[in-house]
């Protein structure tokens, strides 16, 4: 990669001469897809619109929520049956949950930049060009038509997941729908949302000043739905401008603390290799040990709580236990962090993950799990000896950073936090449309 000569210099400077060929080029227009404000506008006031949700009491905010770095302050999200916001989240005995979510909720930041083509912890949707409608997911290809992005298409899940916002059995027309299998068509899942929308005159009328063709007379469809969204998460939580991104572009250096962990990460500790590029994320999928806790990945018909990650999804064992690797922008924000949550400490989540399987052995629980008594029991696997062995044989061996170093790397992270995107750009909207309360 040919660097310009500014920023040649400036991250000699910084990070040292030795690493200067590992120096992601600073991020651009070009690397995001474009976006329309009137779409993004309304897709904030559906992001934050309970209607969505089976029993209309859950946004997509509920789990994605500003406060929390876009993710929910949880180990395990609560998703139906659930009442609060963040790790004020819990269960009540009206309408209780029937299980944690059993996935961390990830972060949204620069999920409408190009390079994001796959999505989800085990990289369940992804970008295909060999699929008829370009997007590949476990359900049929006709379950994606008209939606114009992955970012778009991952939306079909949450609002077909009984614990996430569906509602469970007999509880709504749209968790019927979801119970009897009826998805897309009239009177599925997605019929029934779009429905909902469709009733309310301020939607229809923003809809009619997106696409022209619903001014004349088109039905609003669940996937208009989902790109409008898509299009307010692109443009609400691009992060291109944190210290780092000034270092990239030749404007200021890294303070002396963040310039040795940017040392560190990019050197010794070995972070870029799979932290790489410019959103530091190599894409990829790898097994380094994560501690699992919850329900984990299993049928509604299996008792086990493990999840094996990606091999779910490739049905490879090559890919047992491996996890996406996640991009790294406003990490410090984001926690608690690991695919199940398992650390709540990022410090502690560092000195783990450096050792990979070798730190499984020694856990302490370090998560923020509201109480649940009626769920299936959160430290199964953790309890169980033989599998915390194939995780970590899984991983293989790390090695042991020092604290210095760890707190070096922290301020390597901090540097990445970006208070344009942490903010937000239209932030929550003062109501939405259905009248329904918004979560701040």
């Not at 040919?2 to 040292?16: A, R, V, W």
């Not at 997509?60 to 609560?78: E, I, K, Q, V, Y």
């Not at 307010?232 to 310039?259: M, V």
Request: proline residues 8%.
């Amino acid at each position: 990669m040919k660097i310009p000569l500014k920023q040649s210099l400036l991250y000699l400077l910084t990070i040292g001469a030795a690493h200067a060929a590992d120096l992601p080029p600073p991020l651009a227009d070009a690397d995001y897809f474009p976006v329309e404000q009137a779409e993004v506008a309304l897709g904030q006031l559906l992001f934050y619109d309970p209607i969505l949700s089976g029993n209309r009491n859950i946004s997509c905010a509920t789990c994605h929520h500003p406060r929390f770095g876009t993710s929910d302050g949880l180990s395990l999200g609560l998703g139906e049956g659930a009442v609060g916001l963040g790790p004020a989240r819990h269960v009540t005995e009206v309408n209780p949950p029937e299980q944690r979510i059993p996935r961390n909720s990830p972060a949204l930041f620069n999920l409408g930049a190009r390079e994001f083509v796959t999505l989800f912890h085990d990289g369940r949707i992804a970008a295909d060009p060999a699929w008829p409608s370009g997007i590949r997911t476990p359900m049929d290809d006709e379950m994606v038509a008209g939606f114009t992005s992955v970012l778009s298409a991952q939306t079909m899940f949450p609002v077909l997941s009984p614990d996430e916002m569906a509602g469970h059995y007999s509880e709504n027309d749209v968790s019927k729908a979801v119970r009897s299998g009826r998805i897309t068509g009239p009177g599925g899942a997605w019929d029934l949302i779009a429905a909902r929308v469709a009733a309310i005159p301020e939607y229809r009328a923003r809809f009619g000043s997106v696409h022209a063709e619903i001014a004349v007379g088109r039905a609003i469809t669940f996937a208009d739905i989902s790109n409008a969204i898509a299009a307010f998460i692109a443009f609400e939580w691009r992060s291109d401008d944190s210290p780092f991104d000034a270092a990239l572009r030749g404007e200021a250096p890294l303070p002396p603390e963040a310039q040795a962990g940017a040392d560190l990460f990019y050197g010794a500790a070995g972070c870029s290799t799979c932290h790489s590029g410019p959103f530091l994320t190599d894409q990829r999928f790898h097994a380094m040990g994560d501690v699992q806790l919850g329900p984990g990945k299993a049928e509604r018909f299996e008792s086990h709580s493990r999840d094996e990650g990606r091999m779910r999804v490739t049905g490879d064992p090559a890919d047992r236990f491996a996890f996406r690797t996640p991009s790294l922008r406003n990490v410090m924000q984001t926690g608690p962090w690991g695919h199940a949550g398992g650390h709540d400490d990022l410090a502690g989540f560092i000195a783990a993950h450096a050792r990979r399987g070798d730190a499984l052995t020694g856990y302490t629980a370090q998560v923020v799990l509201p109480a649940f008594a009626q769920t299936k029991p959160d430290w199964a696997v953790m309890q169980d000896p033989a599998q915390v062995t194939a995780i970590a044989a899984a991983a293989g061996s790390g090695q042991a950073l020092s604290d210095a170093e760890i707190g070096s790397i922290l301020a390597f992270l901090q540097a990445l936090s970006d208070p344009t995107a942490l903010g937000g750009r239209l932030g929550i909207p003062a109501a939405v449309p259905s009248g329904l309360p918004v979560d701040r």
